[in-house]
């Protein structure tokens, strides 16, 4: 079993709709962190969460640590929000300290 | 521009042959981490430097891989002899501090690697 599982893996929607991610994982977590990978391939964080909730635009990430599940949301999706979506957990374990990817989602908007 | 730097963007290299990877960190950043992607896998993290230093390599094959961090220069992730299997995107990412678990990480865009 993975220590971060994604669901769904591929997301086909239609401009304007609203999407949700989800991200459970099941290690005790530092920090939470939503990536997005380009179809070029380039990687930007887009939050990092330990609690609660946080808004970037039309992007909203929360974070239950009772049910260590996070979901990423988009509001009013656009072709451009096409890309994959990666959802990383990090931990700190016997001073080291560690982030595990999922395994993306991959996201298809249609115009 | 003052993101992560990695180069090259695209590597071809013949089995048996050595592949070098290249990591700029952001400005101020000393912290540097490299992870792979292979095809329809998430990231692995690979290795965690620091300026001069190898702090956590766990994630990094024993054999053939090797990575440093001189005190000037870029970050460098060396693999030798490369075979069909290293074929991957390398990508390499930036903080300003330590603790890589709670620390937002900018990242570059990546080195395919591809083995003929």
């Known amino acids: 079993k993975n220590e971060v599982e994604q669901s769904p893996q591929n997301l086909t929607a239609q401009e304007g709709e609203f999407i949700t991610i989800n991200c459970s994982y099941s290690v005790g977590i530092s920090a939470l962190h939503w990536l997005q990978q380009h179809p070029g391939g380039g990687i930007v964080s887009l939050f990092m969460?330990?609690?609660g909730k946080k808004k970037h635009g039309r992007l909203i990430a929360t974070i239950n640590i009772q049910e260590k599940h996070s979901s990423l949301h988009i509001t009013a999706s656009h072709p451009r929000d096409s890309a994959v979506y990666i959802c990383?957990?990090?931990?700190?374990?016997?001073?080291?300290?560690?982030?595990?990817f999922g395994k993306g989602t991959r996201l298809h908007i249609l115009p | 521009n003052a993101g992560v730097m990695q180069n090259p963007r695209h590597l071809v290299r013949r089995r048996g042959q050595e592949a070098r990877l290249r990591c700029s960190p952001m400005?101020?950043?000393?912290?540097v981490y490299w992870y792979r992607q292979l095809p329809e896998e998430g990231l692995k993290f690979m290795v965690y430097l620091q300026k001069e230093n190898i702090i956590d390599e766990s994630g990094m094959p024993k054999e053939r891989f090797s990575a440093e961090f001189p005190k000037e220069g870029p970050s460098i992730l060396r693999i030798q002899q490369v075979v069909r299997g290293d074929s991957a995107a390398y990508f390499c990412?930036?903080?300003?501090?330590?603790?890589?678990?709670?620390?937002?990480?900018?990242f570059g865009d990546g080195t395919r690697l591809s083995i003929l």
């Open positions: 990412a930036s903080s300003p501090w330590g603790g890589s678990s709670n620390q937002p990480q900018h």
């Open positions: 400005k101020g950043h000393s912290h």
């Open positions: 969460l330990s609690s």
């Open positions: 990383a957990v990090g931990y700190s374990l016997n001073r080291d300290d560690k982030i595990i």
